[in-house]
């Protein structure tokens, strides 16, 4: 084309006249080439003709309109004018890059349907955060069904900048819990607010999403299980599964159970022990007893449940409230099909206990049950039972107490005559026990004169001497040896009540001479004249026909006794 220009390059003729030309014949084909070729400078003098060449072909041709644009050939053009003018032919994503002013930029986005989902996306990148947050709202306000997609993604991607609470309360506005949910769903894997896990499991209940209701309840470490439980309950789903999940997972059981019973949603409780944690049963067992469901109920629950599960906390529960005999029926089973442990028998012990059932034997006999356990449980109840329990499985310091605090002396002392442990009579004949005296009495009195086993005599003889406790060893012995037991004739223990009394009480000494006939006479003499016992000493001599030793007793007037009979008899024979 040729352009008539000056020397130094400018038009000889008015451009503008040009253009007019053209246009009265309506050729804006040619015009557009000419002005194309004029223009290619892009100078800020030639805006006006910029704004020309586009207005034309937007009323005229708006696809070579929309070409000269997206080229980027001009930047000098009257742009709010181009903006309205592509708004007007269609061209809504070229009017979109040319407005800033928010009103014309909000009444041009809710088109969404005319432009690229990913162009729209990228464009709000460009907007402020409050701008940005007003077109959303006008896109929601405009046609929800149409645009709601595209907000979400906007949502998605901006959410940071414009403020998750802020996007929320928008979609809650629009009641869109569609639109919640799928935001909430793009960002909650990654968030750890408990608001947007909350929003999330909200969205996913008010839209049907159940599945993912379980999922996130199941999954996430971030909800406010306390809000999402009262929630779940207010929703009252058709399944309780969301609800079983968060009330399994923060230990809210027992408020399960009392919702679940009061609403007529029973099969859910047996959903939940039988399919979901079989281990909760304890605690949904005592729930259900403080609804005063059936005992049948109960019953059943519990044979149907084949998971593992606590049985000293089923009985815990159960026994808390005074209802331990409703697992009679299940524990005898139990221990039919061979069940040793000893929460089932623990459990059978109770109920043996509280209903009178032959205890003491059951307590003695099996062998399967903890002692502690039992015992503890028969304190308050029967302390003679408690005793059983504890002395079946050696529990010495419980046994100790149990006896001590309900004066058991002579269970307890018959106990440590067969026990035969020397620490463990240490304990009891230290000077700091205040039953010491009582103990001891049935230790004399009964305990010794029961046994028939020289090992228990032996074993409770030495710890009364390594106790030091010689005038209560006096007493032990007397009763062994003067009483015409067993053992009166036992010469260790003979020799040992003379020794004793040598040294603790020697007044008895001479009756224990007297009385007893089968001690080490030469050796108890000896000793009695090294601890100038003479008369005792004497006495032995003259009993036992020890002639010669009696004369060497340092005792004159002994000696002069001895002989003066000595010689009487020998006058007499």
């Given at each position: 084309m040729l352009v008539v220009e000056s020397e130094n390059g400018e038009p000889l003729a008015d451009l503008n006249q040009i253009i007019d030309c053209f246009m009265e014949v309506q050729a804006v084909q040619p015009c557009t080439s000419f002005l194309l070729e004029v223009l290619k400078g892009d100078k800020p003098e030639e805006g006006h003709l910029q704004t020309r060449l586009l207005e034309m072909n937007l009323l005229a041709a708006p696809q070579v309109a929309d070409a000269i644009l997206g080229n980027k050939m001009f930047s000098h053009y009257d742009r709010p004018q181009i903006g309205q003018l592509c708004e007007k032919a269609g061209l809504l994503q070229r009017a979109l890059e040319h407005f800033t002013d928010l009103y014309d930029i909000k009444r041009t986005v809710v088109h969404t349907t005319?432009?690229?989902?990913?162009?729209?996306?990228?464009?709000?990148?460009?907007?402020?955060?409050?701008?940005?947050?007003?077109?959303?709202?006008?896109?929601?306000?405009?046609?929800?069904?149409?645009?709601?997609?595209?907000?979400?993604?906007?949502?998605?991607?901006?959410?940071?900048?414009?403020?998750?609470?802020?996007?929320?309360?928008?979609?809650?506005?629009?009641?869109?819990?569609?639109?919640?949910?799928?935001?909430?769903?793009?960002?909650?894997?990654?968030?750890?607010?408990?608001e947007v896990h909350f929003k999330y499991i909200q969205a996913?209940?008010?839209?049907?999403?159940?599945?993912?209701?379980?999922?996130?309840?199941?999954?996430?470490?971030?909800?406010?299980?306390?809000?999402?439980?009262?929630?779940?309950?207010?929703?009252?789903?058709?399944?309780?599964?969301?609800?079983?999940?968060?009330?399994?997972?923060?230990?809210?059981?027992?408020?399960?159970?009392?919702?679940?019973?009061?609403?007529?949603?029973?099969?859910?409780?047996?959903?939940?022990?039988?399919?979901?944690?079989?281990?909760?049963?304890?605690?949904?067992?005592?729930?259900?007893?403080?609804?005063?469901?059936?005992?049948?109920?109960?019953?059943?629950?519990?044979?149907?449940?084949?998971?593992?599960?606590?049985?000293?906390?089923?009985?815990?529960?159960?026994?808390?409230?005074?209802?331990?005999?409703?697992?009679?029926?299940?524990?005898?089973?139990?221990?039919?099909?061979?069940?040793?442990?000893?929460?089932?028998?623990?459990?059978?012990?109770?109920?043996?206990?509280?209903?009178?059932?032959?205890?003491?034997?059951?307590?003695?006999?099996?062998?399967?049950?903890?002692?502690?356990?039992?015992?503890?449980?028969?304190?308050?109840?029967?302390?003679?039972?408690?005793?059983?329990?504890?002395?079946?499985?050696?529990?010495?310091?419980?046994?100790?107490?149990?006896?001590?605090?309900?004066?058991?002396?002579?269970?307890?002392?018959?106990?440590?005559?067969?026990?035969?442990?020397?620490?463990?009579?240490?304990?009891?004949?230290?000077?700091?026990?205040q039953y010491r005296r009582q103990l001891i009495d049935q230790v004399v009195q009964t305990a010794l004169s029961e046994t028939q086993d020289p090992e228990d005599i032996s074993a409770t003889v030495k710890a009364f001497m390594a106790a030091d406790l010689p005038n209560e060893l006096i007493e032990l012995l007397e009763k062994i040896v003067l009483d015409n037991s067993a053992f009166s004739e036992h010469r260790n223990l003979q020799n040992l009540l003379i020794l004793t009394a040598m040294r603790a009480d020697r007044s008895r000494v001479m009756e224990y001479i007297q009385k007893l006939d089968n001690y080490d006479a030469p050796d108890i003499a000896n000793i009695a004249i090294s601890s100038e016992l003479y008369e005792e000493a004497f006495a032995i001599f003259k009993k036992f026909e020890v002639n010669n030793s009696a004369i060497n007793v340092r005792q004159l007037k002994l000696c002069f006794f001895f002989c003066k009979f000595y010689f009487s008899y020998l006058c007499i024979v």
């Open positions: 005319h432009f690229k989902p990913d162009w729209l996306v990228n464009y709000f990148g460009s907007l402020s955060v409050d701008d940005s947050l007003e077109c959303l709202k006008a896109m929601l306000t405009q046609n929800i069904r149409q645009n709601l997609q595209v907000v979400v993604q906007i949502a998605s991607k901006y959410h940071e900048q414009l403020g998750t609470d802020k996007l929320i309360d928008m979609f809650e506005t629009h009641k869109s819990y569609e639109g919640l949910f799928y935001f909430l769903g793009s960002i909650v894997n990654f968030s750890q607010d408990p996913a209940t008010r839209t049907g999403q159940i599945k993912e209701v379980e999922r996130i309840c199941r999954e996430s470490n971030c909800y406010d299980a306390e809000r999402v439980k009262n929630f779940l309950k207010e929703a009252k789903l058709a399944d309780q599964l969301p609800l079983i999940i968060v009330c399994d997972r923060h230990d809210m059981v027992h408020d399960l159970v009392l919702y679940l019973y009061r609403n007529q949603l029973q099969k859910y409780i047996e959903v939940f022990v039988q399919k979901v944690n079989a281990a909760r049963l304890p605690i949904v067992v005592g729930g259900l007893l403080d609804v005063d469901c059936s005992e049948d109920a109960i019953k059943q629950l519990i044979l149907n449940t084949r998971g593992k599960f606590d049985i000293d906390e089923l009985v815990a529960e159960v026994e808390k409230r005074n209802r331990l005999k409703l697992l009679s029926h299940w524990l005898e089973t139990r221990v039919q099909e061979g069940a040793t442990d000893a929460a089932t028998h623990n459990a059978m012990a109770k109920i043996y206990i509280d209903s009178n059932n032959n205890p003491d034997r059951f307590l003695r006999e099996n062998p399967y049950y903890d002692s502690r356990v039992v015992g503890k449980y028969c304190e308050k109840r029967d302390p003679h039972f408690a005793f059983l329990a504890y002395e079946r499985g050696q529990c010495d310091a419980e046994l100790i107490a149990v006896c001590n605090e309900n004066s058991l002396f002579k269970n307890l002392a018959r106990y440590l005559v067969r026990r035969r442990d020397y620490g463990l009579w240490e304990q009891v004949l230290n000077e700091e026990n």
